[in-house]
C-alpha cells in the first residue's frame, strides 16, 4: 500500500470528472491554426477540449452540442466573417430547447473592417451570444469567462 492510499484511509481518490468544451469555426472559416491555440488555452483550463476544426457546417455544430452536450461551445473565426457567420449559427442553436442553455462564445477577427462596433457586439450578445472576444482582447477575458462554468477551470490567471 503507497503512502497516498494510506493518507486516505487505503481508499481511491479519483479526481472529478473532467467537463467538454467544443472548439470550432464556422462553414466559411478555413484557418486552423487558432484552433490549436483554443483548444491548448480550454485545456489548460481544465476541459477535455473536442476540436472539430475548419469550415464546420452549421448541421455538424448542432449535431455535436446536441449529442455531446458540451460545457460550452467556442467558435473562432480568423477571416472576418465571424459577425455574420455568428448570428446564423447562434440563431439556429437557440432554436433549439436543448441548446438555449448552452453557453457559445465567439471570438476572434469577427469583421473584414477590423473590430466590431458596439452596436454588431450587441447584436451577437442579443442573438444569445453568451461573450464576445475581439482579436484584439487577450486571453484574460475568456479565461475569466471560462471560470464562470461549472466544473473544469481550477484555476484562473488574469
Not at 34 to 51: A, H, K, Q, R, S
Not at 67 to 78: H, K, Q, T
Request: with cysteine.
Amino acid at each position: 500500500m503507497t503512502e497516498e492510499l494510506r493518507a486516505y484511509g487505503a481508499g481511491i481518490v479519483t479526481e472529478p470528472p473532467r467537463r467538454t468544451v467544443i472548439v470550432s469555426s464556422m462553414a466559411s472559416d478555413s484557418h486552423t491554426w487558432n484552433l490549436v491555440y483554443l483548444e491548448l488555452l480550454v485545456g489548460e483550463l481544465g476541459f477535455d477540449v473536442v476540436n472539430l476544426g475548419a469550415c464546420v457546417p452549421d448541421e455538424l455544430l448542432e449535431s455535436e452540442c446536441l449529442s455531446r452536450r458540451p460545457a460550452m461551445l467556442v467558435l473562432s473565426s480568423v477571416n472576418g466573417h465571424g459577425h455574420q457567420d455568428g448570428l446564423r449559427v447562434i440563431r439556429r442553436l437557440r432554436a433549439l430547447p436543448e441548446l438555449r442553455g448552452l453557453p457559445v462564445v465567439i471570438g476572434g477577427k469577427l469583421g473584414v473592417g477590423g473590430a466590431l462596433t458596439a452596436e454588431e457586439t450587441a447584436q451577437l450578445l442579443l442573438a444569445g451570444f453568451d461573450a464576445v472576444f475581439d482579436d484584439q482582447q487577450g486571453a484574460g477575458a475568456f479565461r475569466r469567462f471560462a471560470a464562470t462554468l461549472p466544473a473544469g477551470v481550477t484555476q484562473v490567471e488574469a
